[in-house]
């Protein structure tokens, strides 16, 4: 008797880790007759996957799960799941928080679905959150059901072990772990395969890939020395047209020899995303970064002079606990010093469990942390336009992402290889083709581009 298919919802809150961890439950309960569905009211499974990097996403996440319980009423045979990091961190606890849960996932146990899945269809609560320090491999060889695009995002390390004071990531993903350059390359080949034009190697902590192979019990000798420049080396070498890119990396873990890696390989794309999260030294000091301003300051100068037109990002952090105005200045003053191309910027949010969420004697008023976080967003705007305009008149090579209609106009949209957004009036879609433009305007947050 052929199997009934049934219907899978994800919502997925949080960073592209989980973006990612979603394309592999998908790939994984695809092998167990569910299909996705982009309409939760036609579910048979719905499923949460959380961030809890500031209180805002973890809230979110409650107030969906309750929306969600209510149509257990009208629907009795409806599971719900949650998984990504407010699962690790709260485990167990979200059964009495949320009673209609039937299983909360954990972020290290994401191969233990198939196995989830048996025991709530008959009728068992599941927590799966046991944190192992392996790599989340993929031992049954599972479908990835990537998201389709043009770039395809691919984990190269997972974990960290910076344990930055404000940050709950490295409770949440456990110690850093890279996985091996065999099964990156052929995530990567498959990718290809499928269609996609540009690679996103992904890792809260990206250059430092390949730190643990010397202590890990691995039958491979060769990877000693194995580190993101290598991966980037055997990556460049596959065929065909295509972009690769890597975010993120820690300032101080930037090496030299990567950094002449990106200017040496056709495929790498001149882009460094490099949060600061300060421009303050006592406060980066007091969040456990392991940099100075000045530190700071000589790795983005010395990115600068080696790549040509690279655009270099950055996240910070509007008041930390203790945080003074003339500190919080001098974050203003670090977006302008080191012309940085664009930042995200959060108000801080404690974290249980986290070192800095215990100085509460140091917390900054609300409204304060709100207004300075107006003044962040709005240097960022001025300078991502001052950053805009030095391309207008350039020739640059643009990957189109997507097409639509806007006020009348068909537009392509798409990045170039610095990760500017460029839109080129064009009435053909182009999407997943690499077109040459001319630039012929820039606003705060995209450029104009003529095909030539
Ligand atoms: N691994 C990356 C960042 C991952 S988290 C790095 O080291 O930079 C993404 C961003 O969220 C961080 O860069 C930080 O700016 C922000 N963030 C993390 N914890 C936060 C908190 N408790 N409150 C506000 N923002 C936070
Ligand atoms: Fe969080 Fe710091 Fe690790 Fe980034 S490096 S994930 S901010 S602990
Ligand atoms: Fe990402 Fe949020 Fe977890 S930023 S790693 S989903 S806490």
Not at 6 to 33: A, H, P, W
Not at 135 to 140: F, L, M, W
Not at 149 to 174: D, K, L
Not at 416 to 441: A, M, Q, S, W, Y
Request: proline content about 4%.
């Amino acid at each position: 008797m052929k199997q009934e298919i049934k219907k899978v919802y994800i919502e997925t809150m949080g960073c592209q880790m989980n973006k990612s961890d979603t394309e592999r439950i998908l790939g994984i309960l695809s092998n167990f007759n569910y299909e996705e569905t982009n309409k939760p009211e036609n579910a048979d499974l719905l499923m949460v996957n959380t961030c809890s990097i500031r209180q805002l996403s973890e809230d979110k996440a409650f107030s969906q799960l309750g929306v969600w319980g209510k149509w257990k009423q009208d629907k009795p045979d409806l599971k719900i799941g949650i998984c990504g990091c407010v699962a690790q961190q709260k485990g167990r606890k979200i059964f009495s928080r949320a009673p209609y849960v039937d299983f909360v996932l954990g972020t290290h146990q994401i191969y233990s679905l198939p196995d989830i899945i048996k025991k709530i269809n008959s009728g068992e609560k599941v927590c799966a959150c046991e944190e192992t320090n392996l790599p989340t491999i993929n031992e049954e060889g599972f479908p990835i059901n990537r998201v389709k695009s043009t770039n395809a995002w691919i984990n190269i390390t997972e974990g960290c072990n910076n344990f930055c004071t404000y940050c709950i990531v490295p409770y949440t993903r456990g110690r850093e772990r890279s996985r091996l350059p065999e099964t990156i390359i052929k995530e990567v080949k498959d990718a290809l395969n499928a269609g996609f034009k540009e690679i996103t190697l992904l890792g809260q902590n990206v250059d430092s890939y390949g730190k643990d192979f010397p202590t890990k019990q691995t039958d491979k000798p060769e990877l000693k020395n194995y580190r993101l420049a290598e991966l980037l080396k055997d990556l460049n070498k596959l065929e065909g047209k295509f972009r690769i890119r890597f975010v993120t990396s820690y300032p101080t873990d930037i090496t030299d020899e990567l950094i002449k890696t990106v200017v040496e390989l056709d495929k790498v794309c001149e882009y460094f995303h490099i949060p600061m999260q300060s421009g303050s030294s006592e406060v980066l000091k007091a969040m456990n970064r392991r940099y100075n301003r000045e530190t700071y300051a000589k790795i983005v100068e010395k990115v600068r002079k080696m790549v040509p037109d690279v655009t270099i990002t950055s996240d910070f952090i509007a008041g930390f606990p203790g945080e003074t105005e003339e500190q919080f200045k001098e974050t203003l003053t670090a977006i302008d010093e080191f012309e940085l191309d664009y930042c995200n910027v959060a108000a801080y949010s404690p974290r249980e469990k986290t070192v800095a969420a215990k100085w509460t004697d140091k917390f900054i008023p609300e409204d304060v942390k709100n207004e300075r976080f107006q003044r962040l967003n709005k240097k960022i705007q001025e300078n991502c336009l001052k950053s805009n305009l030095k391309y207008v008149g350039r020739e640059m090579e643009v990957l189109v992402e997507s097409f639509y209609e806007h006020k009348g106009e068909k537009i392509n949209t798409g990045k170039t290889r610095n990760f500017k957004t460029v839109h080129i009036p064009c009435n053909k879609d182009l999407t997943g083709e690499f077109v040459n433009v001319k630039i012929t305007g820039a606003k705060t947050w995209y450029l104009k581009g003529e095909k030539i």
